[in-house]
């Protein structure tokens, strides 16, 4: 790669994620908000760096009529209008599999904080409950039927966190998979029946938008919770709210929301959730080595050598 090369990153200090700039890089500078960035250098771009956060639709593409490729230093690419891409020859990458582990570690924390009543525990301090020695009586993990939406990358990594605990594993997907020994339960909604706990971890598309509804949550129960870290919009938020408040489900774990970023209003006075804003693969370890994915993709492109994760082939 030559020539310079113009490069915006859609989100502040992302250029710290790559130590080793080959020199061709030349990276717009901030002007205030990347939005006002957008406005006034939007025609020099090149290549964006994505993030998966921002959404990168016709309208948001026209702001780029130079643009060559997109490289996403994230597994996801649901925010990516490719058709779009293809259309205008944009190339398209991300950085699969990479923080699946990182991911599967915040939802299984989340699961089992919640299935062991650390959000009412804590609330029955901080409210003066404590006042005698006989406190409230959780149940035991071993055992407990535990579901998962998604049997991808994120989802075998849950497995392999899950099982030391001893809970009764089953799993859902769009189809069996020959080689998992795990029961496969044939929908959503039987799984939720079956189980206390769902983790949620599918791929996010338009066939799995509000695939947890209101149904789903009525077979989840009172007794039941739930952890979202695939997308936000892949549960219907709105009525997941209702439940909590209504005492209809147990708990939630987000790390995802519909819309990001969420604010406070939103949950003041929800009960039992666990929210984290949308970075459970967002460690250091994993952001780099995404990151280092990214840069290659990026030298190759102008090399005119092979994509190493191409999304699409404009």
């Given at each position: 790669?030559?020539?310079?090369?113009?490069?915006?990153?859609?989100?502040?200090?992302?250029?710290?994620?790559?130590?080793?700039?080959?020199?061709?890089?030349?990276?717009?500078?901030?002007?205030?908000?990347?939005?006002?960035?957008?406005?006034e250098?939007?025609?020099?771009?090149?290549v964006?760096?994505?993030?998966?956060?921002?959404?990168?639709?016709?309208?948001?593409?026209?702001?780029?009529p130079?643009?060559?490729?997109?490289a996403?230093i994230?597994?996801g690419?649901?925010?990516?209008?490719?058709?779009?891409?293809?259309?205008?020859?944009?190339?398209?990458?991300?950085?699969?599999?990479?923080n699946?582990?990182?991911?599967?570690?915040?939802?299984?924390?989340?699961?089992?904080?919640?299935?062991?009543?650390?959000?009412?525990?804590?609330?029955?301090?901080?409210?003066d409950?404590?006042?005698s020695?006989?406190?409230?009586?959780r149940?035991?993990?071993?055992?407990?039927?535990?579901?998962?939406?998604?049997?991808?990358s994120?989802?075998k990594?849950v497995?392999?966190?899950?099982?030391?605990?001893?809970?009764?594993?089953?799993?859902?997907g769009?189809?069996?998979?020959?080689d998992?020994?795990l029961?496969?339960?044939?929908?959503?909604?039987?799984?939720?029946?079956?189980?206390?706990?769902?983790?949620?971890?599918?791929?996010?598309?338009?066939?799995t938008?509000?695939?947890?509804d209101?149904?789903?949550?009525?077979?989840?129960?009172s007794?039941g919770?739930?952890v979202?870290?695939?997308?936000g919009?892949?549960?219907?938020?709105?009525?997941?709210?209702?439940?909590?408040?209504?005492?209809?489900?147990?708990g939630?774990?987000?790390?995802?929301?519909?819309?990001?970023?969420t604010?406070?209003?939103?949950?003041?006075?929800?009960?039992?959730?666990?929210?984290?804003?949308?970075?459970?693969?967002?460690?250091i370890?994993?952001l780099?080595?995404?990151?280092?994915?990214?840069?290659?993709n990026?030298?190759n492109?102008?090399a005119?050598?092979?994509?190493?994760?191409?999304v699409?082939l404009?």
């Amino acid at each position: 790669m030559a020539k310079s090369v113009k490069i915006l990153a859609m989100h502040p200090d992302m250029h710290t994620l790559f130590p080793n700039t080959p020199k061709s890089w030349d990276f717009v500078e901030a002007r205030g908000s990347v939005e006002q960035t957008i406005a006034e250098a939007g025609d020099t771009v090149e290549v964006l760096l994505s993030a998966s956060i921002e959404k990168l639709d016709k309208h948001m593409l026209d702001s780029f009529p130079n643009l060559k490729m997109i490289a996403s230093i994230s597994a996801g690419f649901s925010n990516i209008d490719l058709e779009e891409c293809k259309k205008r020859g944009i190339a398209v990458t991300n950085a699969p599999g990479m923080n699946s582990g990182d991911v599967a570690d915040v939802a299984v924390t989340m699961l089992n904080s919640l299935l062991l009543n650390f959000p009412q525990s804590q609330h029955y301090i901080m409210s003066d409950q404590w006042t005698s020695k006989s406190g409230p009586i959780r149940r035991s993990l071993r055992n407990m039927p535990v579901g998962i939406v998604g049997l991808g990358s994120i989802g075998k990594e849950v497995v392999k966190r899950l099982e030391p605990f001893g809970v009764d594993i089953r799993w859902w997907g769009p189809r069996p998979k020959p080689d998992v020994a795990l029961p496969y339960v044939a929908s959503v909604s039987e799984l939720a029946q079956q189980c206390r706990g769902l983790i949620v971890c599918c791929r996010p598309d338009e066939t799995t938008r509000h695939l947890i509804d209101q149904q789903i949550l009525d077979q989840l129960g009172s007794d039941g919770v739930i952890v979202n870290v695939a997308r936000g919009f892949v549960v219907d938020q709105v009525a997941l709210i209702d439940y909590l408040k209504s005492g209809g489900i147990a708990g939630a774990g987000l790390d995802v929301f519909d819309p990001e970023p969420t604010n406070a209003a939103t949950w003041d006075g929800v009960p039992n959730v666990i929210l984290t804003p949308h970075q459970g693969g967002s460690t250091i370890e994993t952001l780099m080595a995404q990151a280092q994915v990214a840069q290659n993709n990026i030298e190759n492109f102008f090399a005119g050598q092979p994509l190493l994760t191409a999304v699409n082939l404009a």
